[in-house]
Each structure stands twice: as structure tokens, then as C-alpha cells.
């Protein structure tokens, strides 16, 4: 089955303890990218990867790393949480560029 | 001023009912249009897909572009139950591969 897959679903954690969040796509899909979703702002893009080792700013960066070591992984990294950081984040994917993209089932974070 | 307006609702109509749901924005370059659906606890999928401007139908879904009014719209014939959820506008420009979102509309179907 076609998916995106991310981990963990519910996270409480505490201001500046590191956290990663996993992201796994099984559809061999170049581009990757990360949003955050919170109430009456919608959909914002933290960051994206158009490629292995290829990754770039999404419009709110600040706070937030990645990487892309393999085509199929995606992990987002607060380094450094904060009470701001708290948020739904969704993984999405898709393989063509104007193809339709393919969203995880979301990572609900709480910073305290 | 938001690039994508979208009014929050919640909308709540009867089974059967038409629904309309729209967006406004202010890009005038966005040429990629697009409602997701979200189900609570899930992630978007998507609905509908449109290029510029005009219509696309899709059994009980119509989406329309009205560019020169930047204004888009999702309807909804025949709604039913399992449409209840939240539905997003989605739109881009050419080039850029990432989506701006509207805040999303909450739509209740009472049966």
C-alpha cells in the first residue's frame, strides 16, 4: 500500500529537549517536504527536498532542521523545542511536479 | 491579509443538501487549484485538481476557478455523512512546487 508514514503520532515533551520526528514514504518519490498545521492558519511548509542531499527552506524554517540521506526518509528535528513549536505536523510526498500530494496521518506535538 | 482566505465555519447542512464551499486569494499567480479533504485525525487527501481557470466534475464534486475573480469553489451534490470533515483550498503557482493553504472549512453532514 502506498503511504507516507510518520512517527511518532502523539509526542509531549519539554522546552529544549532534542526530538526527531520520522517520516518513511514507500512510493520512491523525490520530493519531501514537512508542514505544520494550526487552527485558523492552515498549512504552512516548515521544509522541503526535492532530492537526496537537496533540501531548502519552506516559509516558517525558524526552529527546525532536516536532512535527506535516503530518497525515502525525511526526519524533521527541533533541536531545541519551544511552547511555540506545538503543533500538528504532516509529512507529504509526491513524485511528479505537478502531481498530486501524497500527506502522512500527522504528528501531534506538545511542547511544555 | 492572508495570500488565501477561507471562511472557518463550521457549516452544518442536511443529508442531501448542496453544498458550497469557497476560497478567495490574492496571488494572481497561483495557476494550480486544489480541495483536500480532512478527516479528523487524518491526514488531507486530495479531492479535486484544476489548472487555471473553468469547471472539473467528478461524480458529486464540482470544482470551479474564477481567476479573474481569485476566487475558487468546491460543490458538493448530494452531501452525505461521510462527507463531514474539513475541507482545504490548495492553490500554486508554476514553478514552485509548494501548496498555500487555506485555513479550512468545517462541514457537518446531519443525516
Known amino acids: 500500500e502506498a503511504q507516507v508514514t510518520q512517527n511518532p503520532r502523539y509526542l509531549i515533551t519539554v522546552t529544549g529537549k532534542k526530538l526527531t520526528v520520522t517520516c518513511s514514504q514507500n512510493m520512491n518519490h523525490e520530493y519531501m517536504s514537512w508542514y505544520r498545521q494550526d487552527p485558523g492558519l492552515g498549512l504552512r511548509q516548515i521544509y522541503y527536498?526535492?532530492?537526496?542531499?537537496?533540501?531548502d527552506k519552506g516559509d516558517v524554517p525558524e526552529g527546525y532542521k532536516v536532512s535527506r540521506k535516503e530518497k525515502r526518509n525525511f526526519p524533521l528535528i527541533l533541536e531545541s523545542p519551544s511552547p511555540n513549536q506545538t503543533s500538528l505536523y504532516f509529512c507529504a510526498s509526491t513524485g511528479t511536479r505537478d502531481g498530486e500530494l501524497f500527506f502522512g496521518e500527522g504528528s501531534r506535538l506538545t511542547v511544555l | 491579509q492572508k495570500e488565501v482566505e477561507q471562511d472557518p465555519g463550521p457549516l452544518s447542512v442536511p443529508e442531501g443538501a448542496i453544498v458550497s464551499l469557497n476560497c478567495t486569494y490574492s496571488n494572481s499567480a497561483f495557476q494550480y487549484f486544489m480541495w483536500y479533504r480532512q478527516y479528523s485525525r487524518k491526514g488531507p487527501e486530495l479531492l479535486m485538481y484544476?489548472?487555471?481557470?473553468g469547471n472539473k466534475e467528478d461524480g458529486r464534486f464540482t470544482a470551479q476557478v474564477d481567476k479573474s475573480s481569485k476566487y475558487i469553489s468546491l460543490f458538493i451534490r448530494d452531501s452525505q455523512p461521510s462527507d463531514s470533515a474539513t475541507y482545504l483550498c490548495?492553490?500554486?503557482?508554476?514553478?514552485?512546487?509548494?501548496?498555500?493553504f487555506g485555513s479550512g472549512t468545517r462541514l457537518q453532514v446531519q443525516p
Open positions: 490548495a492553490m500554486r503557482n508554476t514553478g514552485r512546487r509548494a501548496l498555500t
Open positions: 484544476t489548472y487555471s481557470s
Open positions: 527536498s526535492m532530492n537526496v542531499e537537496v533540501t
